[in-house]
């Protein structure tokens, strides 16, 4: 049984700092691409990062300099270091593994940037 488990959301100030992570069991994360993707209240959810299983990045333009995706195959993790967190930074933070037709999420994390 494939399993995304996202930890490290939680209260924050703007301009705060929080690294999520995202284990996984059942899969080998090395061969898949992994994202972070985030949807808040009465949103669609958006893609925030990507890292191939290469390593490439991509990131999007609204939280470009201030986050960054990266991935420890060794412990089958991956992370979204985030930092000068703003308001509009609050949402659910969920991790995705792809891999050809292959496509598991996890459960989400919830991240609240507030004064």
């Known amino acids: 049984q494939v399993q995304l488990v996202e930890s490290g959301g939680g209260l924050v100030q703007p301009g705060g700092s929080l690294r999520l992570s995202c284990a996984a069991s059942?899969?080998?994360?090395?061969?898949?691409?992994m994202a972070w993707y985030r949807q808040a209240p009465g949103k669609e959810r958006e893609l925030v990062a990507t890292?191939?299983?290469?390593?490439?990045?991509v990131v999007a333009e609204s939280v470009k300099g201030r986050f960054t995706i990266s991935r420890d195959n060794a412990e089958n993790r991956a992370f979204l270091q985030m930092n000068s967190l703003k308001l509009e930074d609050t949402a659910v933070y969920y991790c995705?593994?792809?891999?050809?037709?292959?496509?598991?999420w996890g459960q989400g994390t919830q991240v609240t940037v507030s004064s």
């Open positions: 890292i191939a299983s290469g390593g490439s990045t």
């Open positions: 059942g899969i080998g994360i090395s061969i898949y691409n």
């Open positions: 995705h593994a792809t891999l050809f037709r292959m496509s598991y």
